[in-house]
């Protein structure tokens, strides 16, 4: 299955709604459904029969003629391409209040992340355990990362020291970025980098309440 | 200019770009540059400059022949656009590590959005500060929105109590709910919703990843 992603260019809107798929079809097998149609699945989501079956069928969802998508092939074939099928081991550098909120989210397990490490220099927060997971002091960062051989970063951090640790980042061989810094991260190609802009979703907001009082 | 939103469907992803290329302009303007060309876009976002292009034009940016956008001119285009060139007074529901992360935002004010009151249930949040803004315990949350007439509400509470509180709002006559809790809320076509949901931006970089270990 992992082929999909090679063949196939899905488009970023098609992933991001991907996780809302994957926890409707959670509930679906929990309640012991083998099989959904998309209809079923629009009144869930509030997404387009249209959009849903092509989301769905570019990442090889399987699917029974005329009955719709198979419930847990369906589970099966997101997880795959999300490579969500493993739980990855992540750490976090920024133990402030966005990064307590994302250490206290209960879904990344579900999601295929897990948080073995927070980082942060203020002393009230360094020796603590936040939500099980403990903080070390940045000054530790190479150390733990290579001993735990950690290849993916949450990085929740004030923009002016989001570069520095970067690049700190990508010579201890760490290959995902996600993140929530206000800034535009230099990397070299082989790294990825998801960029969260909290302005994006206010934006929609804004466009959606204007459309709405016009 | 207000017309263009109303003339044209402007895509979601176009509308989520806005806020970047907007920080742009400002530095731009800041520096004392009147024009830009795409192509010096591109290199400041990592967009295609043809996206770029057809982003700005969409919205109606004023363009100077080949010489590229107005700065000026595109920075009033995007702020119409979004409504972001009046000040939209806002509430929080929900005071903890998110709700607090996101009153310590500062880029709010540049983004049309002051959160003028924030609201929990917590005592040792209630009658507390952060950031400035009072924290007011939730049995008040009636009496203040129709007291200071708050039309924008920013839900950062558990999902099990996002619909009941999704309800007294509606009651109350807000207008827009940026909605943080995992549920997706039922309202009325009045009213404007924008569902944030952290696994998307999580299933994008691990679709990246992917893509850059196969």
């Known amino acids: 299955m992992s082929s999909v992603s090679a063949k196939k260019n899905i ?3 098609t992933i991001r709604r991907l ?3 994957l926890r409707v079809f959670y509930d679906l097998h929990e309640y012991g459904r083998s099989l959904v149609s998309s209809t079923d699945l629009a009144a869930e989501t509030h997404i387009l029969p249209i959009v849903i079956k092509k989301d769905l069928q570019s990442i090889g969802a399987p699917t029974k003629l005329r009955s719709g998508f198979k419930v847990k ?5 997101i997880e795959d391409f999300l ?10 550098i920024g133990a402030g209040h966005l990064g307590a909120a994302l250490l206290g989210f209960s879904g990344f397990k ?9 980082f942060d220099t203020n002393p009230e927060r360094v020796g603590q355990e936040i939500n099980g997971v403990a903080v070390y002091h940045t000054a530790q960062l190479k150390t733990i990362i290579k001993s735990k051989k950690l290849k993916i970063a949450v990085l929740t951090i004030p923009g002016a020291a989001a570069q520095g640790i970067t690049d700190t980042l990508v010579e201890c061989g760490v290959k995902a970025i996600w993140n929530f810094a206000p ?5 070299p190609p082989s790294v990825a980098v998801q960029q969260e802009d909290i302005a994006s979703g206010l934006a ?3 466009a959606k309440l204007k459309s709405k009082s016009s």
């Open 110 to 118: 579900n999601h295929g992340l897990e948080i073995v490490a927070a």
């Open 204 to 206: 929609e907001l804004c």
């Open 73 to 77: 092939g369906t589970i099966e074939a």
């Open 11 to 13: 488009s970023t809107q």
């Open 19 to 21: 996780p809302q798929y």
């Open 83 to 92: 490579g969500w099928d493993n739980l990855n081991k992540a750490f976090l």
């Open 183 to 187: 800034v535009k991260l230099s990397v």
